[in-house]
T-cell receptor, first 113, second 112 residues
Framework: DAGVTQSPTHLIKTRGQQVTLRCSPK?????VSWYQQALGQGPQFIFQ???????QRGNFPDRFSGHQFPNYSSELNVNALLLGDSALYLC????????????FGSGTRLTVV | GENVEQHPSTLSVQEGDSAVIKCTYS??????FPWYKQELGKRPQLIID?????GEKKDQRIAVTLNKTAKHFSLHITETQPEDSAVYFC???????????FGSGTRLSIRP
């Protein structure tokens, strides 16, 4: 058990729709990062949340937004879906200081048709 | 900008032989270098890591080396086994709060 829970595991959406993905971090972790992994590529950093604020952001358009709740869980929202948004979306949790240990969830496979 | 390059993209070795994957990084502030193994349809799993104050680290059949001057780091797997077949990613971070910059991955296949 990775300790990081993501839902749903699979999702099929139509181009132009909106989607929300969810992540519960490992117990004791308060920082949540989101990554997009297209088929055959390495994960790409989307953004990171700490203390309910977006602390870092990768090179992704504003269509990608997120939120972190007081219990440290997080949501990733993608608006106006494009075919190119089809990917595995990974959530990773960590603590911000002293320990480099990231724990990844199993991911949400998003298919845009 | 921040970048991690990884080679080769695919690697096929005979069972029992060694496999070597090489990476270079661009950000000289990077000080932590994890390696992940990802099996088909699964999440990346940390298999070994190295910090910038260490030149080499070994864990059973897996070893990682780091050359900070050249900004190179490598993964070595000895006595390869069928279960080593997977995609391997190198990565770099500059602090425990920073994002992970991943390489593009190496698909390792072990021939029986």
């Amino acid at each position: 058990d990775a300790g990081v829970t993501q839902s749903p595991t699979h999702l099929i959406k139509t181009r132009g729709q909106q989607v929300t993905l969810r992540c519960s971090p490992k117990s004791g972790h308060d920082t949540v990062s989101w990554y997009q992994q297209a088929l055959g590529q390495g994960p790409q950093f989307i953004f990171q949340y700490y203390e309910e604020e977006e602390r870092q952001r990768g090179n992704f358009p504003d269509r990608f937004s997120g939120h972190q709740f007081p219990n440290y869980s997080s949501e990733l929202n993608v608006n106006a879906l494009l075919l190119g948004d089809s990917a595995l979306y990974l959530c990773a949790s960590s603590i911000p200081t002293g320990d480099y240990g990231y724990t990844f969830g199993s991911g949400t496979r998003l298919t845009v048709v | 900008g921040e970048n991690v390059e990884q080679h080769p993209s695919t690697l096929s070795v005979q069972e029992g032989d060694s496999a070597v994957i090489k990476c270079t990084y661009s950000d000289s502030a990077s000080n932590y270098f994890p390696w992940y193994k990802q099996e088909l349809g699964k999440r990346p799993q940390l298999i070994i890591d190295i910090r910038s104050n260490v030149g080499e680290k070994k864990d059973q059949r897996i070893a990682v080396t780091l050359n900070k001057t050249a900004k190179h780091f490598s993964l070595h797997i000895t006595e390869t086994q069928p279960e080593d077949s997977a995609v391997y990613f190198c990565a770099a971070m500059y602090s425990s709060a920073s994002k992970i910059i991943f390489g593009s991955g190496t698909r390792l296949s072990i021939r029986p």
